[in-house]
């Protein structure tokens, strides 16, 4: 058993400070949700009554913003604060944390019960009722946040404004420091830089309200969570969002979060608002959501490698690149693909051979060692149990996958070079605009490529499954205009 520690130390005091009775600090758990922020359980003893609060701080402790883009915890608590004063469900701010309190940038919050996993919201018995009218919620929801002033409210001071155009070069240029040739995302950056919609005046953009990221009781939501990202700009992208299929928890059917359709969504964002959003203004939203997270998954393994929080669950998110990207193939150059065949992987012995050593281990891993702890660990051994079914299936896959993209690179480059130096060529190509993104060829072979790797990466993802479909389809489904 291990004894108070200075975590343990520093939050009681926090908590002696904030809450009127405060006797005990039973216990602070952290929760297994959030790869970019923690969130804790902490049980406490008040006025000799038990109860639980929600805590949630930066990764690691640490007491600095990350990067001018995101406003930072403190102003994230004053988010929720004043959307709640607007009438968004929330729950209610206890305290934030100074950084003499030795915690780093947090806030302590009141503790509300529902349900946040995505997934379980939509197969829960207990959500049958509410989830056909929870894509009309969502919008009412949004319209509510978007009609928040930020002058009068003061969050101008706080947020940056960023319009779309620069929205989408700023994730691009993130993605250039990466050093990563995915021409895929590169393809997508010139389709969005061609198909920017009107700009209007900045407004409140949650920026990342999708399911996953709100609470939900038989009643409905009960609260808006992570505000990490909020900006000033067009508010659509919140609509977008929340139909990016990476989100949906492979209802692909459902676009609104897997549960909803994007009528309702649009009539109940109309019921607050008066405003009649276009599809295809959602639709633009959504090729970037894609885009955006398809960049984001690549970044966590650029924070694994960096620091400070160095989990085994960054490395696995990032290797869900691949299946944005195939979900922008899905929305922009849909059609037929071909998936490579399986081979025996090369092993220096078959006593036991490499796939059979991986698979011992996930099998440890997932069946052996993940019932038997509790908590967030428990949840990072299925996580590093899926990094080596990953690892297991490049084996298998990945000789043949790259060896086909090699050829469609020398074909449609009309050179000959490494793959490596293939893939900067073409990279390039399209970032300096010297690639015509209509070059033909271009486009079944970004199919071929993404396709093959999200197989490799994720092969139970519904854009691969919606992908492959198109093998089966004599037509194709146009695609909004702009």
Not at 77 to 104: F, Q, S
Not at 223 to 231: G, K, N, P, Q
Not at 256 to 271: M, N, Q, T
Request: hydrophobic share 40%.
């Amino acid at each position: 058993m291990g004894g108070v520690t200075a975590f343990d130390d520093h939050l009681a005091t926090v908590l002696t400070r904030c809450v009127p009775g405060f006797s005990e600090l039973v216990s602070a758990e952290r929760l297994s949700a959030g790869a970019s922020q923690e969130t804790y359980r902490i049980t406490i003893v008040a006025d000799g009554i038990r109860s639980v609060l929600a805590m949630r701080r930066a990764a690691g402790g640490v007491s600095e913003k990350p990067d001018d883009t995101r406003p930072g915890l403190p102003v994230e608590a004053e988010l929720m604060r004043v959307a709640k004063a607007a009438g968004v469900p929330e729950p209610t701010i206890i305290e934030v944390l100074d950084p003499a309190d030795g915690l780093g940038l947090g806030f302590i919050m009141e503790w509300l019960d529902g349900e946040t996993l995505g997934s379980r919201i939509l197969r829960s018995d207990e959500l049958a009722q509410i989830r056909p009218k929870l894509a009309f919620q969502c919008g009412e929801i949004l319209a509510k946040i978007h009609a928040i002033d930020p002058h009068e409210t003061g969050l101008v001071e706080h947020l940056t404004v960023v319009p779309t155009e620069d929205f989408v070069r700023r994730m691009w240029e993130q993605y250039h420091e990466f050093a990563s040739p995915q021409p895929m995302i590169d393809f997508t950056a010139r389709w969005l830089l061609d198909h920017l919609p009107p700009a209007d005046e900045p407004q409140l953009v949650h920026n990342d309200f999708r399911n996953g990221n709100f609470m939900v009781t038989p009643d409905g939501i009960n609260a808006v969570l992570d505000w990490e990202v909020a900006h000033l700009g067009d508010p659509i992208r919140d609509l977008g969002w929340i139909c990016t299929n990476s989100w949906r928890f492979g209802r692909r059917d459902l676009p609104v979060g897997g549960f909803g359709e994007r009528g309702d969504l649009l009539d109940g964002y109309e019921s607050v608002s008066g405003i009649r959003v276009s599809e295809e203004h959602v639709h633009f939203w959504e090729v970037f959501g894609s885009f955006w997270w398809a960049i984001g998954c690549i970044n966590m393994a650029h924070h694994w490698r960096t620091g400070p929080d160095q989990t085994v669950e960054r490395p696995g998110i990032a290797r869900r690149s691949s299946e944005c990207q195939v979900d922008c193939v899905n929305l922009l150059v849909p059609g037929p693909v071909t998936v490579v065949e399986s081979t025996t992987p090369a092993s220096s012995t078959d006593t036991p051979s490499v796939e059979e050593l991986l698979t011992s281990v996930s099998d440890f891993l997932r069946n052996d060692l993940r019932p038997s702890i509790e908590g967030r660990n428990g949840f990072l051994s299925l996580v590093a149990s899926n990094s080596l079914e990953i690892a297991k299936r490049e084996l298998t896959l990945g000789p043949a996958h790259l060896a086909a993209e090699h050829a469609r690179l020398e074909a449609l480059l009309s050179t000959r070079a490494d793959l490596d130096s293939l893939r900067w060529q073409l990279t390039n190509g399209l970032r300096s605009g010297e690639i015509d993104v209509d070059m033909p060829g271009l486009h079944s072979h970004l199919r071929a490529t993404v396709v093959n790797q999200v197989a490799i990466d994720q092969p139970k993802y519904s854009g691969l499954t919606a992908a492959l479909a198109a093998n089966h389809s004599d037509s194709r489904e146009p695609l909004p205009p702009l």
